[in-house]
């Protein structure tokens, strides 16, 4: 799947599932339930030790963009790439990995809080901004954003819940990504919860 596509397919769902788990099948079957619930964009996180092996388990998965998060450098987000994640999602912005994802063009989109940072961002070649943590910005901040930048696509990550997330969408995000208001609960309750995701993305784009 070629870089345009990754990015148009996370754009047309608007959210990404921030999957953690406590061991390789969990994490597998919460991805699965997110899916069914036609959330596929699907984001592992690093801060699992077995991340790499769940990116290769779920790579074998159809109709699904798959992503690594937590990445902090270069190396990690090479090893998540071989592994079959098709963007790279980081905490905060970091140049080397920036190259890196531009070299086998994968999008890379980074963690910032300021707009120097997004501006530098952009600069290197990301595609998507992470707005992170969100929770300490709120919706509100996405249109003081846009007023300097109206090209900027922002993904609020943190924060994000099926009460404000029809917010987000309004003024004015690319996507939303979600983790454990999502992914916690039975694997029903989690597919119920990404149908609810889904829709009042659809309702708040009109």
Do not use: H
């Not at 921030?18 to 061991?23: E, F, H, L, W, Y």
Request: aromatic content about 6%; glycine content about 10%; overall charge positive.
């Amino acid at each position: 799947m070629k870089k345009f596509e990754v990015l148009k397919k996370i754009s047309d769902v608007g959210v990404v599932a921030v999957i953690r788990g406590d061991s390789i099948g969990d994490a597998v079957n919460i991805s699965k339930a997110c899916i069914a619930g036609g959330i596929t964009a699907i984001e592992v996180t690093y801060t699992n030790p077995m991340a790499t092996e769940i990116i290769k388990k779920l790579s074998k998965e159809n109709n699904i963009v798959l992503g690594a998060g937590t990445v902090l450098d270069s190396e990690t987000a090479r090893i998540a790439i071989m592994a079959g994640a098709r963007y790279i999602v980081s905490p905060g912005f970091d140049i080397e990995t920036a190259k890196l994802c531009n070299r086998y063009q994968v999008a890379y989109m980074p963690g910032c809080m300021t707009i120097t940072e997004m501006i530098k961002a952009m600069e290197s070649g990301c595609d998507i901004i992470k707005l992170f943590p969100g929770s300490a910005f709120g919706p509100s901040f996405i249109k003081s954003i846009k007023a300097p930048l109206p090209q900027i696509n922002i993904m609020p990550t943190g924060g994000v819940n099926l009460e404000n997330v029809d917010e987000w969408i309004k003024n004015g995000v690319i996507a939303v990504g979600v983790g454990g208001q999502l992914t916690n609960g039975t694997m029903e309750q989690i597919k119920e919860t990404a149908k609810k995701f889904v829709e009042k993305v659809r309702l708040a784009r009109g």
